[in-house]
């Protein structure tokens, strides 16, 4: 028979465990009233959802759900009501939304609408504010030096849609990936219309939402300069990595630890 005095420290011991689990609060992580918010990637011009598909699944096996928006790259108002739509009707509970080059536009333009998103998160992306366009940014120049233009049917007067030269591609937009990747990514991109990339943008919600900002300092399509100049008029937390524009190609993981550090941010 155990001792009388052992057995009475052993229920102690079980009162005190007992009561530690009533009182001690749940990590924020396992509490039903915090689940992981849900994160949204919107891909930019010249790539599609399946740009973030290293990305996608390195957050899922970290238990987070993820949604790649699709993004129609027809304008900027239009491509922010789009995703506007997309979630209010795909999502619900808090939602860490995420824009890689003109995505960023579009995440700047889409974000106010939706209460439940709750963070910003820009990878080598365009922050602009109210007014401003994304080929203003870039300092207009000369389109037909870095385009080849295609007419599309039913375009409005003047507007075209825009490919990357094949030629220009690779150095510019890929250049810390396998020759043969750039390659293929310059022969699948999507155009965006010349229209959304001088649609001036509306009121900002990096204005009202904290951001987070990944900056990719090999970056030969969006300066690196204009990056961080962009990333500190939003008060961002930067992240300074030696990549490409595609730096979620590159950069898998580097891209998932800003975005992590966003979603848990949110209580």
């Known amino acids: 028979m ?3 005095l052992r057995r009475r420290g052993a229920m102690i011991a079980l009162a005190v465990l007992a009561l530690f689990a009533l009182v001690a609060p749940a990590s924020a992580a396992s509490r039903p009233d915090h689940p ?3 994160i949204v990637l919107v891909h930019g011009a010249w790539a599609d959802a399946s740009s973030w598909s290293d990305v996608t699944g390195r957050l899922q096996r970290l238990g987070y759900t993820v949604l790649a928006a699709p993004n129609p790259l027809r304008g900027l108002s239009g491509d922010a009501a789009y995703l506007s739509a997309f979630l209010a009707q795909r999502t619900s509970g808090p939602v860490v939304l995420v824009g890689h080059s003109y995505g960023g536009a579009v995440v700047t333009n889409a974000a106010g609408t939706d209460p439940d998103v709750k963070a910003l998160v820009y990878v080598n992306a365009f922050a602009p504010d109210e007014g401003e366009t994304v080929l203003g940014l870039q300092g207009g120049g000369d ?6 233009v295609v007419a599309y049917p039913g375009a409005p007067a003047g507007d075209v849609d825009l490919y990357i030269k094949q030629a220009v591609f690779p150095q510019a937009f890929a250049g810390d990936l396998p020759a043969a990747t750039a390659a293929r990514l310059a022969a699948e991109q999507r155009p965006i219309a010349l229209s959304a990339l001088q649609e001036p943008s ?5 204005k009202k939402l904290p951001s987070w900002y990944l900056v990719g300092t090999k970056d030969g399509i969006l300066p690196p300069s204009l990056q961080v100049t962009m990333a500190k008029r939003a008060h961002s937390h930067v992240t300074e990595v030696a990549a490409s524009h595609l730096s979620m190609l590159s950069r898998p993981q580097a891209v998932v630890d800003v975005i992590v550090a966003a979603a848990k941010s949110i209580r």
């Open 36 to 38: 992981k918010p849900t």
């Open 202 to 206: 509306g009121p900002p919600a990096w």
């Open 143 to 148: 389109p037909s030096a870095l385009f080849d």
């Open 2 to 4: 155990m001792n009388p």
